[in-house]
């Protein structure tokens, strides 16, 4: 007799679809119910597929992509675009890895749906047993990975908008105040805003700052296309040394793995997220094409001189130029209490059982507060834009965005049938390594550039 393997085959939730129709066939089997997570899911979770894809641009097309030709800046015309490629594909790739893993983990544990940390934290409880015991910190490290990345996106925010405040003020005679003191002042519409504790609350800000983002980046696009040198004044490719900044630039512009659960677990079809060509698949592809074209456009128009948000690059003269760098400024208004929402849920989720419940009120308002004035007071102390976005992407991004979803992968495959010579295995290390190698190359070249330019 032929014998049983130790371990069930994965199941994903196609496969536990196809059984529900062969079922319905074949007529019912008690050793054969398949668990649908969709079925389960709340009566809120009403996105359609073409939602979801409209959901994962509007994340995944943000603020980024005004950043894309300093990170061509860093590697030149040739080796940017091939690197913008190759650094699409990858990240594609892992968010492939971590929604596969969570929809196979959703059939086998019988839930709904799974968070980023949640599947992080369940793929360790259910597996070897050598590992197990690193649960806790799994969850932890992805939490907090998620926390510290938004708030460096925040940090980021608030320079643009002193920057290009501060751009229009010099142009129409304003105080000759310095980008420190514009980002203090960012604190008199921060600190209201960010007292806004309900979502709800927040989707008539976010409706309008993408279309104000629009405006800017046709803006942004129309100057670099107007008048553009030609291929041969900028460098096709440079030194070694600028390719870790390209990949934590990259990474800071292009992943948005951070949003890709929360959207996949609002799907009435979650199947429809993966696959050819799948929402997954034409959303990276679109997101890739764009900002390898605003980042080659971008850097071949104003060099070496680009700036970490291209709208700084616009004319000082021209009007249209002023009402782009107002625009931007505007939309990472608007933009800032969205994403500074996500560190504040991870930070209360942590102290909200310490804290008896009549004060909750005050204590999250102290919070929020608190956190604001701590990212404005960074984002004054080092008003340097393209640093943060080059440290941000080179710890938070590379362990987020690379790391954990090999690793998570890994530990999920192990005892189905991962074996050491499994393709999956060798592709999982080499994802590993590179993530270890941005990370430490990147945050080594962003401090040495934080210490010569203080």
């Not at 079922?23 to 997570?37: C, H, I, K, Q, W």
């Not at 979770?45 to 950043?67: D, E, I, P, Y």
């Not at 002023?322 to 989720?349: E, G, T």
């Amino acid at each position: 007799m032929k014998k049983q393997p130790d371990t069930p085959p994965i199941r994903t939730v196609q496969d536990a679809y196809s059984s529900k129709i062969e079922l319905a066939y074949n007529g019912s089997r008690e050793d054969l119910d398949p668990y649908v997570p969709a079925e389960h899911r709340p009566t809120e979770s009403t996105t359609s597929s073409f939602g979801a894809l409209a959901h994962l641009l509007k994340a995944s097309l943000g603020s980024g992509v005004l950043a894309m030709p300093l990170a061509f800046k860093n590697a030149g015309l040739l080796v940017g675009a091939i690197g913008t490629i190759v650094i699409g594909f990858i990240c594609g790739h892992v968010v492939h890895i971590l929604v596969k893993t969570s929809q196979q983990l959703c059939v086998e544990v019988k839930k709904p749906s799974l968070g980023y940390a949640d599947t992080c934290d369940l793929v360790f409880q259910n597996g070897p047993k050598p590992v197990r015991k690193f649960a806790p910190f799994a969850r932890e490290l992805a939490d907090w990975a998620l926390a510290v990345t938004h708030l460096g996106a925040c940090c980021v925010y608030t320079v643009v908008i002193a920057e290009s405040f501060k751009q229009v003020s010099d142009v129409y005679g304003g105080p000759n105040w310095s980008v420190t003191v514009y980002c203090g002042l960012t604190l008199v519409v921060l600190i209201p805003l960010t007292q806004i504790t309900k979502l709800k609350y927040l989707v008539p800000f976010s409706a309008l700052a993408n279309f104000v983002w629009l405006g800017s980046i046709c803006i942004s696009i129309y100057y670099c296309l107007r008048d553009p040198p030609k291929i041969t004044e900028r460098n096709l490719a440079t030194s070694i040394t600028g390719i870790p900044n390209f990949i934590s630039t990259s990474l800071f512009a292009m992943e948005g793995i951070g949003v890709v659960m929360p959207i996949e677990n609002e799907m009435i079809k979650p199947h429809h997220f993966l696959g050819c060509p799948g929402v997954l698949n034409i959303a990276m592809s679109v997101v890739v094409m764009l900002y390898g074209f605003v980042g080659f456009c971008g850097y071949l128009n104003f060099g070496e001189e680009v700036r970490g948000s291209l709208t700084l690059n616009l004319p000082q003269d021209e009007i249209l130029a002023q009402i782009a760098k107002i625009l931007v400024a505007c939309v990472m208004i608007l933009s800032f209490a969205l994403v500074y929402y996500v560190p504040v849920d991870v930070v209360w989720r942590r102290i909200q059982d310490k804290i008896p419940a009549r004060g909750h009120r005050w204590s999250i308002a102290g919070v929020r507060f608190i956190g604001t004035v701590l990212i404005v007071g960074i984002a004054s102390a080092i008003p340097r834009l393209e640093l943060f976005m080059e440290l941000v992407g080179a710890i938070c991004l590379s362990i987020m965005g690379l790391l954990l979803p090999a690793i998570v992968e890994t530990v999920w495959r192990w005892s189905r049938g991962l074996g050491p010579c499994n393709w999956i295995l060798w592709k999982n290390c080499f994802i590993s390594i590179f993530s270890v190698i941005a990370m430490i190359s990147g945050v080594a070249y962003s401090i040495i550039s934080i210490l010569e330019r203080l």
